[in-house]
């Protein structure tokens, strides 16, 4: 593996009912590095985040973080979720609990900062992506895109060094897509490692180092968006083109 190589997952295999929907999928992230799964839908793209994170465990293959297995213990997997964390379609935020409590709850939890500590960075997390006088909200109060926003820095306020986003904007009415993909792309620029499954192709291009593409549940090619674009498989070429 790459010395700058923070994240990697080999020969990951997975069936559900005996169907393979995942089928040796091998994949580098360096550190740094802004990396997309897309793929018609059914090629795998979510299994492979999901599997990434132990939300589901592959059949076969492993995953490496910082060039060594991941540690599958439960205390190993709270370790490696802490530093690998992920943004989800549906938010997750907990309904009960203000956009404040949302955000301090997993740091205080782990006994990552004192209360003083944790609020005070929840609050300039907030204030980041203009929504500080939401703290004592709930996220019944908040629109989508606020509300994707919140999930976006509840994750950060663990201090990830990967940030994983499984459909981040497709639960969102589309003016609200705008300002999800505008924190996403701030947080690109600050070097944020992140990987990405999504069908917002011109998203994708966009904002992507490299772009993996699935479909089978088989990685058939990753490149950069623009090599992609020019690729010589008809069906890659095929695909992205028509989703421009």
Known sequence: MSA??????????????????????????????????????GAGKSTVMRCMNFLEIPDEGEVLFHGGPVN???????????????????????????ILDNITLAPLKRGMMSRE????????????????????????????????RVAIVRALAMNPEVLLFDEPTSA???EMV?????LMASLAGDGMTMIVVSHDIGFACELAGRIVFLEKG??????????LQNSSNERVRDFLACRQ
């Open 72 to 98: 599958r213990s439960e205390q190993g997997l709270n370790d490696y979720r802490a530093r690998v964390g992920m943004v989800f379609q549906h938010f997750n935020l907990f309904p009960h609990l203000t």
């Open 4 to 41: 700058e190589a923070i994240l990697e997952v080999r020969g990951l295999s997975k069936s559900f009912a005996g169907l393979r929907v995942m089928n040796d999928v091998s994949l580098q992230v360096r550190k740094g590095e802004v990396v997309f799964l897309v793929g018609p839908s």
């Open 172 to 174: 969102l009415d589309p």
């Open 218 to 227: 088989r990685v058939i090619e990753v490149d950069t968006p623009e090599e």
């Open 178 to 182: 705008e300002e999800v993909q505008s």
């Open 117 to 148: 500590e944790a609020e005070q960075k929840a609050h300039a997390l907030l204030r980041r992506i203009g929504l500080e006088d939401k703290a004592q909200a709930y996220p019944a109060q908040l629109s989508g895109g606020q509300k994707q």
